[in-house]
């Protein structure tokens, strides 16, 4: 059952119940001592705690912080996706799904909120999260420690504004080019040994999803969407608390038109008359929606740290063709809905010795449950794919079901002062409808720190990765047959789940106090590597493997920070390949598939070079302070199809061309009577106008050329109180 309907009655139950007990009935506060504590230090302590549960020893950490979000290309006010972007190695693909490439992966992204995971579902997180209940966060790679299963390419661990719940709140207003126009309102606050947090916005812009053209205003292409979220905690007593957090999205795309295309056939199978119809009329929608609800529990006390957590989320994509115009120009129209439910359970634990050793362990379980109604109207051909009659619709219901279950043990054993090892294995079962698999995965980081300005590290996990879900195609390729939808390849083995092997190595320097510099590489090699493409109208991925993958990279960072001046700057190389399709292979043309079945080919989103810098500068004077930033990405182009010299295409062989964009910015405070705040905000994203492409239409799984967006000059006006 979706749990959309229950999240605000969740939250409004937890929040009053846990506000009653701050005050209980006068017949059960007789002889009753009120407990000494400041609810604030309780819960900072309690934070700390937490982050000792998991600490991601060894791993590659990329930290942000809520000022640092601010001080980035549209602040609060970006997708959450673009705020990941500016981390080293991260490389940007379509927002419609607010896809992002880490290492050379494709999504395989885990998110959390307070060390809590959050379930998948079939649209990623950046797009549903939105950054101003952010405190900070962290983008997590490499060599993972044994608590990260499943999702592995990064850990997105974000922890909400909550440690003081400090009163107040604020209601900001940001519009400008691309009919954008934006409202958001969060307020926060304590009383007693009770914390909440909340917030709600509302986008309108005329650019959900990148334009296929090169113009400055794509056609057809407004969204709407909406966001809440909120975070209630009651402080139990000195050593314990308890946690309800959740989050309602719910989001309308108009799918972009390209002007000028060439049509397939007619609705009634005959001859296509010039004039007809128009492919810049056409009129295809996507509806989102993606609900969560987490309950933690953390106990803290010498020596030993608890957390246990409940979720639950629903999430749903619903593609609607147009039924006459996707006839004209595809021979086929789709109307795609899929939805799936999902709940789990999570225990960590870490245990102190007497001795140099720090035990940690724990187990998790998830369970998914995905319908996926499609009707699909097509028409009959004949052997040389010709329409012979009218279209006739084909109707399709699916119901698949997996579960994901993990347990991990680890120790952290410090032999000497400068030497810290970190090892431990954990075990993983996956079981759906269609496949069931496990694995015992062994982790092991070695972290040593010569001097106090210089840190070593290195690792090795084994990574297993089972299929997302909600991605797996269930479709029947045979219904198919004899019709305009009929696929050349039948078939259609099962998606597999993902067994790598991963090395990870670097060295972090402090040149100075306000100076560190960084160089991290890796290498990876998987069987059945996952990956995941659109191969039709909607915007809902499918998912294949390939039966051998290998990804190896190198990252440099830097980071500079004195006074009211700070920078940073990240260059990564990647190389990621695959060979052979070993799922799935309807999906493909029958020649690539013969190709890749005996080539090593690029990975569609496989970026070469990667790179991105920022610099901010602010003055805080009387009555105010004002900051200024800059900030500049560069991508070498996401892979495409290529020719030989024969005229044979080679999938993913060739790249778009390469991009830098330029983004600046100010932000102006102004204090206020009564402690009130006044921020005025201006922002110019792609300063220089430049007309870039992120996709041209081909290449493995990209159904739809993308162009970055123009330039544009935004501003926001804010009050916080």
Same mark, same amino acid.
């Given at each position: 059952?979706?749990?959309?309907?229950?999240? !605000?009655?969740?939250?409004?139950?937890?929040?009053?119940?846990?506000?009653?007990?701050?005050? !209980?009935?006068?017949?059960?506060?007789?002889?009753?001592?009120?407990?000494?504590?400041?609810?604030?230090?309780?819960?900072?302590?309690?934070?700390?705690? %937490?982050?000792?549960? *998991?600490?991601?020893?060894?791993?590659?950490?990329?930290?942000?912080?809520?000022?640092?979000?601010?001080?980035?290309?549209?602040?609060?006010?970006? !997708?959450?996706?673009?705020?990941? &972007?500016?981390?080293?190695?991260?490389?940007?693909?379509?927002?419609?799904?607010?896809?992002?490439?880490?290492?050379?992966?494709?999504?395989?992204?885990?998110?959390?909120?307070?060390? =809590?995971?959050?379930?998948?579902?079939?649209?990623?997180?950046? &797009?549903?999260?939105?950054?101003?209940?952010?405190?900070?966060?962290?983008?997590?790679?490499?060599?993972?420690?044994?608590?990260?299963?499943?999702?592995?390419?990064?850990?997105?661990?974000?922890?909400?504004?909550?440690?003081?719940?400090?009163?107040?709140?604020?209601?900001?207003?940001?519009?400008?080019?691309?009919?954008?126009?934006?409202?958001?309102?969060?307020?926060?606050?304590?009383?007693?040994?009770?914390?909440?947090?909340?917030?709600?916005?509302?986008?309108?812009?005329?650019?959900?999803?990148?334009?296929?053209?090169?113009?400055?205003?794509?056609?057809?292409?407004?969204?709407?969407?909406?966001?809440?979220?909120?975070?209630?905690?009651? =402080?139990?007593?000195?050593?314990?608390?308890?946690?309800?957090?959740?989050?309602?999205?719910?989001?309308?795309?108009?799918?972009?038109?390209?002007?000028?295309?060439?049509?397939?056939?007619?609705?009634?199978?005959?001859?296509?008359?010039?004039?007809?119809?128009?492919?810049?009329?056409?009129?295809?929608?996507?509806?989102?929606?993606?609900?969560?609800?987490?309950?933690?529990?953390?106990?803290?006390?010498?020596?030993?740290?608890?957390?246990?957590?409940?979720?639950?989320?629903?999430?749903?994509?619903?593609?609607? !063709?147009?039924?006459?115009?996707?006839?004209?120009?595809?021979?086929?129209?789709?109307?795609?809905? %899929?939805?799936?439910?999902?709940?789990?359970?999570?225990?960590?634990?870490?245990?102190?010795?007497?001795?140099?050793?720090?035990?940690?362990?724990?187990?998790? &379980?998830?369970?998914?449950?995905?319908?996926?109604?499609?009707?699909?109207?097509?028409?009959?051909?004949?052997?040389?794919? #010709?329409?012979?009659?009218?279209?006739?619709?084909?109707?399709?219901?699916?119901?698949?079901?997996?579960?994901?279950?993990?347990?991990?043990?680890?120790?952290?054993?410090?032999?000497?002062?400068?030497?810290?090892?970190?090892?431990?294995?954990?075990?993983?079962?996956?079981?759906?409808?269609?496949?069931?698999?496990?694995?015992?995965?062994?982790? =092991?980081?070695?972290?040593?720190?010569?001097?106090?300005?210089?840190?070593?590290?290195?690792?090795?996990? %084994?990574?297993?990765?089972?299929?997302?879900?909600?991605?797996?195609?269930?479709?029947?390729?045979?219904?198919? #047959?004899?019709?305009?939808?009929?696929?050349?390849?039948?078939?259609?083995?099962?998606?597999?789940?993902?067994?790598?092997?991963?090395?990870?190595?670097?060295?972090?320097?402090?040149?100075?106090?306000?100076?560190?510099?960084?160089?991290?590489?890796?290498?990876?090699?998987?069987?059945?590597?996952?990956?995941?493409? &659109?191969?039709?109208?909607?915007?809902?991925?499918?998912?294949?493997?390939?039966?051998?993958?290998?990804?190896?990279? *190198?990252?440099?960072?830097?980071?500079?920070?004195?006074?009211?001046?700070?920078?940073?700057?990240?260059?990564?190389?990647?190389?990621?390949?695959?060979?052979?399709?070993?799922?799935?292979?309807?999906?493909?043309?029958?020649?690539?598939?013969?190709? =890749?079945?005996?080539?090593?080919?690029?990975?569609?989103?496989?970026?070469?070079?990667?790179?991105?810098?920022?610099?901010?500068?602010?003055?805080?004077?009387?009555?105010?302070?004002?900051?200024?930033?800059?900030?500049?990405?560069?991508?070498?182009?996401?892979?495409?199809?290529?020719?030989?010299?024969?005229?044979?295409?080679?999938?993913?062989?060739?790249?778009?061309?390469?991009?830098?964009?330029?983004?600046?910015?100010?932000?102006?405070?102004?204090?206020?009577?009564?402690?009130?705040?006044?921020?005025?905000?201006?922002? *110019?994203?792609?300063?220089?106008?430049?007309?870039?492409?992120?996709?041209?239409?081909?290449?493995?799984?990209?159904?739809?050329?993308?162009?970055?967006?123009?330039?544009?000059?935004?501003?926001?006006?804010?009050?916080?109180?």
């Amino acid at each position: 059952m979706p749990i959309r309907p229950f999240v !605000p009655v969740l939250l409004l139950y937890a929040a009053t119940a846990l506000a009653a007990e701050d005050n !209980p009935p006068s017949d059960a506060a007789v002889n009753q001592t009120p407990i000494a504590m400041d609810p604030v230090m309780v819960t900072t302590t309690l934070d700390k705690a %937490r982050d000792d549960i *998991v600490p991601s020893l060894g791993a590659s950490t990329f930290s942000i912080s809520s000022d640092q979000i601010t001080l980035q290309s549209l602040g609060a006010d970006a !997708p959450f996706s673009q705020i990941i &972007l500016r981390a080293p190695g991260v490389a940007q693909d379509s927002a419609a799904n607010g896809d992002l490439h880490v290492r050379g992966e494709h999504a395989n992204l885990q998110y959390r909120i307070n060390d =809590v995971l959050l379930p998948e579902g079939i649209t990623g997180f950046g &797009l549903e999260l939105d950054p101003r209940f952010v405190g900070s966060m962290q983008l997590i790679t490499g060599s993972l420690p044994a608590q990260y299963g499943f999702r592995t390419a990064g850990i997105v661990d974000i922890h909400t504004k909550s440690s003081s719940f400090e009163n107040g709140g604020s209601a900001d207003l940001f519009g400008g080019s691309f009919d954008t126009a934006k409202t958001s309102v969060e307020s926060g606050g304590t009383a007693g040994k009770l914390g909440y947090f909340a917030n709600g916005s509302f986008n309108h812009n005329s650019i959900g999803i990148e334009n296929p053209a090169p113009g400055t205003t794509p056609l057809h292409d407004a969204t709407d969407q909406y966001k809440t979220f909120a975070c209630v905690t009651r =402080v139990l007593n000195d050593t314990s608390r308890i946690s309800v957090m959740g989050s309602v999205s719910y989001s309308n795309f108009q799918i972009p038109n390209t002007a000028g295309l060439p049509p397939g056939t007619s609705p009634n199978g005959a001859p296509w008359l010039p004039g007809s119809f128009s492919s810049a009329t056409l009129n295809e929608h996507q509806n989102e929606q993606n609900d969560y609800v987490i309950i933690a529990y953390q106990k803290s006390t010498d020596g030993l740290n608890l957390q246990l957590a409940g979720y639950g989320r629903y999430s749903s994509a619903h593609f609607t !063709p147009d039924p006459t115009g996707d006839l004209f120009f595809d021979g086929v129209a789709s109307d795609v809905d %899929r939805k799936v439910s999902s709940g789990g359970l999570q225990a960590d634990i870490s245990v102190l010795t007497n001795g140099p050793h720090t035990l940690r362990g724990g187990v998790m &379980l998830l369970t998914e449950q995905l319908s996926a109604d499609t009707t699909t109207t097509v028409f009959p051909v004949d052997g040389s794919g #010709n329409p012979t009659g009218s279209p006739f619709p084909i109707a399709g219901a699916n119901s698949d079901h997996a579960v994901f279950s993990g347990m991990y043990l680890q120790d952290e054993w410090k032999p000497a002062a400068q030497l810290t090892l970190n090892y431990g294995a954990r075990f993983d079962a996956y079981s759906s409808s269609f496949d069931r698999e496990n694995q015992l995965s062994p982790r =092991v980081n070695l972290i040593y720190r010569p001097t106090s300005t210089t840190t070593l590290h290195a690792g090795y996990a %084994r990574y297993f990765t089972p299929p997302p879900l909600e991605n797996v195609s269930s479709a029947t390729v045979a219904q198919f #047959n004899g019709t305009s939808n009929a696929s050349a390849v039948t078939q259609n083995d099962p998606v597999r789940s993902e067994r790598a092997n991963y090395f990870d190595a670097g060295i972090t320097q402090s040149l100075s106090p306000e100076l560190q510099v960084g160089v991290d590489g890796y290498y990876k090699t998987a069987r059945n590597q996952l990956d995941d493409g &659109l191969f039709g109208q909607s915007l809902i991925l499918s998912a294949f493997n390939y039966r051998e993958g290998r990804i190896h990279g *190198v990252e440099l960072t830097a980071s500079y920070s004195a006074g009211g001046f700070s920078a940073y700057s990240n260059l990564a190389s990647s190389v990621a390949q695959g060979k052979d399709w070993s799922s799935a292979q309807f999906l493909f043309d029958p020649a690539d598939l013969a190709y =890749v079945r005996s080539h090593w080919i690029y990975l569609d989103h496989a970026q070469r070079l990667t790179a991105s810098c920022g610099s901010s500068y602010t003055w805080k004077r009387s009555p105010g302070s004002t900051h200024v930033y800059v900030d500049a990405l560069y991508g070498s182009g996401l892979r495409t199809d290529a020719t030989d010299s024969l005229g044979n295409t080679i999938p993913n062989g060739g790249t778009v061309a390469p991009y830098a964009t330029i983004n600046v910015g100010a932000e102006r405070d102004f204090n206020l009577p009564g402690k009130r705040i006044l921020k005025v905000r201006l922002d *110019v994203v792609n300063l220089t106008d430049k007309s870039y492409e992120l996709r041209n239409g081909a290449g493995v799984g990209v159904n739809a050329a993308q162009y970055g967006m123009r330039r544009g000059v935004f501003g926001s006006l804010g009050v916080s109180f």
